[in-house]
Structures are given as structure tokens and as C-alpha cells.
């Protein structure tokens, strides 16, 4: 095991950061192209889970505001998580009074 004391180098951290700016370049592009060919409607700075749920909703999957996706006509997942956010709804409430 170790203690995690460790310190990056400044040669580490500067090929993390080239390694981190590069990985961004590339989600840009990718997203870029989502955009103006596959008319996705992605906001301008959007993650990996945006562009899932864009998918899974194009492919006809449900998409919750809170990410979970499921298949449409699937009733016994549809029960469980009408369920699942009514009990999501009363803990705000009883949060909110």
C-alpha cells in the first residue's frame, strides 16, 4: 500500500496536462461533429453523459433527468422506477418543509 505522500514531478505534471488538453481537443471535435452532422442538440460545453443520453433518447430509450435509461416497454422497470421516484419526491418535500 502506499501512503499517497508522493508528489508528481513537474515533468509529469506538464505531459498531464498536454495528455488532459489533447483529450478535451479531441471531445470538442467529436461533439463539433455531432452537432452540424448527426443535428444533436448538445450544449456548448457538454460531457460524455450528455451525449449518452442524446443517444439512448435518438435510439428511443427513456432518459430520467437524473440519468437512469431504461427500454420503453419494459414494465416491470418502468414500476420499479415510477416507484423509486416517488419516494425521490417525498424525500424533497419532506426536505423542502
Known amino acids: 500500500m502506499t501512503s499517497g505522500t508522493r508528489l508528481p514531478t513537474?515533468?509529469?505534471r506538464e505531459n498531464?496536462?498536454?495528455r488532459e488538453r489533447r483529450r478535451r481537443a479531441i471531445a470538442a471535435k467529436i461533439y463539433a461533429g455531432l452537432r452540424m452532422y448527426g443535428n444533436y442538440q448538445l450544449p456548448k460545453h457538454c460531457d460524455n453523459n450528455e451525449v449518452l443520453?442524446?443517444?439512448c433518447r435518438e435510439a428511443?430509450?427513456?432518459v430520467e433527468e437524473d440519468g437512469?435509461?431504461?427500454r420503453k416497454g419494459n414494465l416491470v422497470w418502468?414500476?420499479?422506477l415510477s416507484a423509486r421516484a416517488n419516494v425521490r419526491r417525498i424525500r424533497r418535500l419532506l426536505v423542502l418543509t
Do not use: D, F, P, V
Request: glycine share 6%; hydrophobic share 30%.
Open 10 to 12: 513537474w515533468k509529469e
Open 68 to 70: 437512469t435509461t431504461y
Open 16 to 18: 498531464n496536462k498536454r
Open 53 to 55: 443520453k442524446a443517444l
Open 78 to 80: 418502468e414500476s420499479q
Open 60 to 62: 428511443g430509450w427513456i
